[in-house]
Each structure stands twice: as structure tokens, then as C-alpha cells.
């Protein structure tokens, strides 16, 4: 087949710690990643020339080269000249549904689609290790969004471990519409606020992200103990984002007023997340978080753990 519809989910972090600097000018971090079911779709057709197109229902997304997606497609074509030989270009078409720049790993979902996309319209039969070591190149969240599910991430968030399924949560997630915090400028402030604090090598900061195996959340998780999940959730960007944007530490105040079982902002933010057991309860909570700010700038989602990293659409 030379097209395919591939399901591209988001992510959240449940648990994210900034150990230390590395030599590459990125942080050492420990991670504890999540796929939801909140999912762009990304249509990939061959176009039997030899360019690459990029389009998308969402203004705010770059059509051109500067997207991620198309870098993906430009670094297959590097890697397998042969097939972009064989076959020729791509089309992508993405259906935007996660919000941009808003700490969801959006644009990495879509890059992580078209490298599963291209593998199977260009018969190159890679192993998801194997994509997984291109999707490094891309972006730090790219391999992760490859394979999904909930997963240990550690170096510079590339090196992943499985942890068991984790399902049956729901969350609800919000984010003022007109907000977009850059992950640069997160992790750069981040480093001129607390750099003190960091690990003073690589090795001992890798030795440091070990801990997370044996940690709280790492714990919870292996027991299915929701609430304990919602108590053990971290964050170390939190202290630069909530102090920078006074509204988005009041939507943190304003879910963990509620009864949920734990809130966090999801990796350099600015989207709020917080956790329950149930869709009634999630609802009932987006309802109470709603009245509580009243502003028509705030968007809301609700959506639920997911086991699936990128899928190919029913
Ligand atoms: O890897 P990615 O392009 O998603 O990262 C975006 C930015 O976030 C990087 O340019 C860097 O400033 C910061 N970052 C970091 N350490 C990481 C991951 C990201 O400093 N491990």
C-alpha cells in the first residue's frame, strides 16, 4: 500500500526531574512518560515526485521545512535514499487535535508518525528499535512517542524502559488557547535558576536518574496504586513555568482544589493535567474548574491513559 492513516498520540509527564547538564548542551533528565488518547491523525500518501508536502488544518503549524514531520521525512530519505529512489516523495496531511507548544509532545508525535509511515509504505521492514534510533535524531520525545504506552525515560529523555500499562486513568487536561511556552526558553531558565543544584558530571548525573526506578511513581505504577500515582507526580519545570505565568500556577490551584487525585503541568507546559478514576468524576471536575476561572481563553480536554504509541488507523 503506498498510504496509510496513522493514529499520532500525545504525551504527558508524569514525573519529570532535570538532573544536570551534558556535554551535548541538552539536560540529564529522569522522566516517567505517558501516551492519552488525545491523538493527531496523519495521513501519509506517496506522491511519485520527488518533493515532500506538508499540510495541515491548524494555522498555527508550520507548512514548510522548519516542521518536524517534514524533517522526519527529509532524514528518512537521507538514510534510505533507495526507497525515496523506488518510490518518490510523501504527502502529509495532519489533522490537528493536540494543542501546539503546549508540553503534549505534538509536533514530536507527528515526526514519530511519519517515520513509522514511511517504514511501511517504503517496505523497510525496521524494527521499532530501529526507528527508535532515528527518531533520536529528531527530538528528545521522538522515541518515546514511537513505541507509547508509560515508560521510564532517562539521558536526554531517548533512552526508554517499559512499565506496566496504566489504562484505566482518565485525566483532564487545560491550557489557555493563546498561551505557548517554548521548551528552550523552559529548560534555559531553568538552568540559570537552579544550576547550582546540578549534578557536576554526566556520570554522576546518570547516576542519579537511576533512582527513579526505585522512587515513588516507579513504586505506585508497579502496584496500580492510583492514588499514590496522583501523590508521587513531579515536576522540576513547574518552579519556572508557575512563577512566569501567574495564570497557569492559578489552573494548577484550581484543579488541586478539586478532589482529584494529583495535578501537574505536562513537561515545559503551559497545559495542566490532573488525574481521576472516572469520566463522570472528570467531567464534574472540568465542570468545577471551568466555574472557578470563567475564561474563554481556557480550553479543556478529557482523555484517557493509552497503552499505543503510533498505530496505523483502523
Ligand atoms: O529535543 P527537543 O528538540 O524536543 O528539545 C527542545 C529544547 O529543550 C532543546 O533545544 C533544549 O533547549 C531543551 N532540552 C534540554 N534537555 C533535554 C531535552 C530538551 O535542555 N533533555
Known sequence: MRSYTLIAPAK???????????????????????????????????????????HCNHPGVPQDKTNLAYRAATLMIDQFPDAFAQYGGVEIEIDKRIPIAAGLAGGSTNAAAVLVGLDLIWNLGLTQSELQEIAAQLGSDVPFCVAGGTAIATGRGEKLSP????????????????????????????????????????????????????????????????????????????????RAYPQVLQLREAFQRTGVLGTMMSGSGPTVFALTESLPQAQQIQTEVENAIANPDLDFWIAQFSPNGIRVAN
Request: glycine share 4%; charged share 25%.
Open 163 to 242: 512499565l506496566p500499562d496504566l489504562d484505566h486513568l482518565y485525566l483532564i487536561l487545560a491550557k489557555y488557547r493563546s498561551l505557548e511556552v517554548s521548551t528552550a526558553w523552559a529548560y534555559s531558565t531553568y538552568r540559570k535558576q537552579f544550576g547550582n543544584t546540578y549534578a557536576c558530571n554526566t556520570e554522576s548525573a546518570e547516576a542519579r536518574s537511576v533512582k527513579v526506578n526505585s522512587g515513588c511513581l516507579v513504586n505506585a505504577i508497579a502496584h496500580k496504586d492510583n492514588a499514590k500515582i496522583g501523590e508521587c507526580l513531579y515536576n522540576d519545570l513547574e518552579k519556572v513555568v508557575l
Open 12 to 54: 504527558i509527564n508524569l514525573y519529570l526531574e532535570i538532573l544536570g547538564d551534558r556535554q551535548d548542551g541538552y539536560h540529564e533528565l529522569a522522566m516517567v512518560l505517558q501516551s492519552i488518547d488525545l491523538a493527531d491523525r496523519i495521513d501519509l500518501r506517496s506522491n511519485g515526485t520527488d518533493v515532500i508536502r506538508i
